[in-house]
């Protein structure tokens, strides 16, 4: 459905999208490793299976192996089934974590807060878990405590999987999730909630959201300008990040600072050259001295001693 390399179907399946009146950003694209876009993209699988489903046997233009396997897919219960689960673990769990704890700077919570929110929520997952078998029906609210509403997603919570793998693989990825919570947030049950570590807490982050984005700019920059230096594209994310122009624009003495500034770069970028002229100088140095060591040795083998060996002449009376 995506293309890399000349793989997949782009225009037939955008066509696919206009005319069953779906957004064209319905599969969205992370720079990064956001466990929730994958539990998103199941949702939407779900909720659309049965239309792309009926693209990929019929409208697909692409014969490659990339469609035969997403047929294979599509067509197995198993698949659907882990689909299905996926998607509840996205309403019931990742969705409402985001929301939670992804924030702007005006609307943090405060860190140990944070941690009394998932400490309540690893207690709910553990009381799930526990259960003989788990249905679809526990499924009531999030494990943060908020109604849900199963009129939005009707062909998530619609009861067409077999009841037995449903449970047994729901219970498993639940004693995963436990287990990565117990681990990850280990230290915090040892740590007293006190006024003086809520002091120290006050300005960290309940998320690397920032980090990542700055991550996605960067990746992002240097595939639309491959001969960009580190240095330039590195002052390119800071100047967005950062609100430089906006603060440059605004400022007095606009020019004064811009002549500054350029004469500043050109500064740090003839050090930088001549840091990687020198630092060539050297390796090129010790390549030098390597060869030459190797060139001795070698000679030292050729110029040794061998003992000869007598041989009697041969003769053929």
């Known amino acids: 459905m995506r293309f890399k390399d000349n793989k997949g179907d782009p225009h037939g399946f955008r066509v696919f999208l206009s005319d069953h009146k779906l957004p064209q950003s319905l599969i969205i694209r992370y720079r990064g490793n956001r466990l929730h876009v994958l539990f998103k993209l199941a949702a939407v699988y779900v909720t659309h299976f049965e239309a792309i489903n009926l693209y990929l046997t019929t409208r697909c233009l692409n014969n490659s192996t990339l469609k035969t396997g997403l047929i294979a897919d599509f067509s197995h219960p198993v698949a659907y089934l882990e689909l299905k689960i996926l998607a509840i673990l996205g309403k019931v769990l990742t969705g409402p974590w985001m929301k939670h704890f992804y924030r702007g700077k005006n609307e943090q919570m405060h860190h140990m807060d944070a941690f009394n929110e998932v400490n309540m929520c690893s207690v709910k997952v553990e009381a799930l ?113 950062n609100d430089t122009l906006k603060f440059i624009e605004s400022h007095p003495d606009k020019a004064n600072i811009i002549k500054k500034s350029v004469s500043l770069a050109a500064h740090l970028k003839r050090k930088t050259q001549k840091s990687i002229e020198d630092l060539q100088k050297e390796l090129s140095c010790r390549i030098a001295n390597k060869m030459q060591k190797k060139e001795q040795t070698e000679r030292r083998k050729i110029q040794r001693p061998r003992p000869f060996i007598v041989c009697k002449s041969l003769s053929l009376s």
């Open 129 to 241: 878990m526990a259960k003989d078998e788990i249905k679809l029906s526990d499924f009531t609210e999030d494990f943060f405590g908020e109604k849900l509403d199963h009129s939005e997603d009707p062909l998530i919570w619609k009861d067409d999987v077999d009841g037995n793998q449903f449970s047994m693989t729901m219970k498993a990825l639940l004693k995963a999730v436990f287990a990565v919570i117990q681990r990850q947030y280990k230290n915090y049950y040892n740590m007293e909630d006190t006024a003086e570590r809520r002091q120290i807490l006050e300005s960290a982050r309940t998320h690397n959201i920032d980090s990542e984005e700055v991550m996605g700019m960067f990746s992002a920059n240097i595939a639309r300008a491959p001969r960009a230096t580190l240095l330039f594209v590195s002052s390119k994310i800071r100047s967005k990040k």
